[in-house]
């Protein structure tokens, strides 16, 4: 069965600091790995999204890298606002009878204190 | 003002009642997904529809029902025969099957 984890859990971390989430999966045929942000009571949104070919993609203060090799992808927040405070979703696509499948992970749960 | 809209935000439903949660999209997207949240859990595939008048089953779809009769709209019906509904759930689009999904504000589901 293909699978999606996540690690920590959950994560606290003060205001400026950096940090880094783990995506660890085992979908096969590989498409592209995403990492949304939900913040609570929302719905996710798109951060990045790699493909097979691609080692890291950036968005602002989110620096996403890909490691098809080994199956593991991490996402790095630099210099953490409160605003980040939210659930990151790690979201690995297979190719499956012609329909992209995703399988989600259980998420991160950040929180940024002041 | 594009995007994906659900209503309503909270949902109260008494059990053994059907309910019927709405989601209308103005990107022109062909795709259209549901999904269930739940505490601890990944979201999990209800229904998605590549375009329209065609619908397919997801992970979950037993208890549920869903049409697309215009492409804009995706509406899913929980019936009483879904033994544990209570959960966010989420409505998603996407240009194509491969591409990102855009996911709307979700409805909370609340049976007492």
């Known amino acids: 069965k293909n699978q999606v984890e996540q690690s920590p859990q959950s994560l606290i971390i003060l205001e400026g600091k950096n940090c880094t989430l783990q995506?660890?999966?085992?979908?096969?045929?590989?498409?592209?790995l995403r990492w949304y942000k939900q913040d609570t009571g929302r719905g996710p949104v798109s951060l990045t999204i790699?493909?097979?070919?691609?080692n890291t993609k950036s968005n602002g203060r989110y620096t996403a890298t890909l490691d098809a090799d080994t199956k593991q992808s991490s996402l790095h927040i630099t210099a953490s606002q409160l605003s980040d405070s939210a659930s990151y979703i790690c979201?690995?696509?297979?190719?499956?009878?012609?329909?992209?499948?995703?399988?989600f992970g259980t998420g991160t749960k950040l929180q940024v204190i002041p | 003002d594009g995007g994906i809209t659900q209503s309503p935000k909270y949902l109260f439903r008494k059990e053994g009642q059907n309910v019927t949660l709405s989601c209308e999209q103005n990107?022109?997207?062909?795709?259209m997904y549901w999904y269930r949240q739940d505490p601890g859990q990944g979201l999990r595939l209800i229904y998605y529809?590549?375009?329209?008048?065609?619908?397919q089953k997801g992970d979950i779809a037993e208890g549920y029902s869903v049409s697309r009769e215009k492409k804009e709209s995706f509406p899913l019906t929980v019936t009483s025969a879904q033994k544990n509904p209570t959960a966010f759930y989420l409505c998603?689009?996407?240009?194509?099957?491969?591409?990102?999904?855009?996911f709307g504000p979700g409805t909370r589901l609340t049976v007492l």
């Open positions: 998603a689009s996407s240009i194509g099957k491969l591409d990102t999904q855009y």
């Open positions: 995506c660890n999966y085992t979908v096969s045929p590989f498409s592209n």
């Open positions: 790699m493909t097979f070919s691609e």
């Open positions: 979201v690995v696509s297979e190719l499956a009878g012609g329909y992209q499948k995703v399988t």
């Open positions: 990107l022109n997207h062909d795709a």
């Open positions: 529809s590549q375009i329209v008048n065609d619908f």
